[in-house]
């Protein structure tokens, strides 16, 4: 198994930036397609970018692109998620997720390994 770590989170003003790290333990990535989720109050569990096991595919919800990139490093056993042109909508608490092969990637049940979250919150 992999344990995983975000962070990076904070409060940031709308238009600003926040970069979140995931660092990984255990197993090393590169045997698990990553990715992250994110959770606003009242919310449920929302897909917003994967990365394929070599860095050379990746996905992102149609609100995040353009604003965000996934990346990985597998050497340092780290993904990031840059995030830029922040928005309020965007507060939430971001969950980093491995598995080996997600049948579907936007699906947070797919996934058999998740960080404990880092928040974000984008103020007006």
């Known amino acids: 198994q992999v344990q995983l770590v975000e962070s990076g989170g904070g409060l940031v003003q709308a238009g600003g930036s926040l970069r979140l790290s995931c660092a990984g333990s255990g197993r090393t990535f590169n045997n698990y397609i990553l990715g992250w989720f994110r959770q606003a109050p009242g919310k449920e569990r929302e897909f917003v970018a994967a990365?394929?096991?070599?860095?050379?595919?990746?996905s992102y919800a149609d609100s995040v692109k353009g604003r965000f990139t996934i990346s990985r490093d597998n050497p340092k056993n780290t993904m990031y998620l840059q995030m830029n042109s922040l928005k309020p909508e965007d507060t939430a608490v971001y969950y980093c997720?491995?598995?080996?092969?997600?049948?579907?990637?936007?699906?947070?049940?797919?996934?058999?390994?998740w960080g404990q979250g880092t928040q974000v919150t984008v103020s007006s």
């Open positions: 990365i394929s096991i070599g860095g050379g595919s990746t």
């Open positions: 997720a491995a598995d080996r092969n997600p049948s579907r990637l936007v699906v947070p049940g797919e996934y058999d390994y």
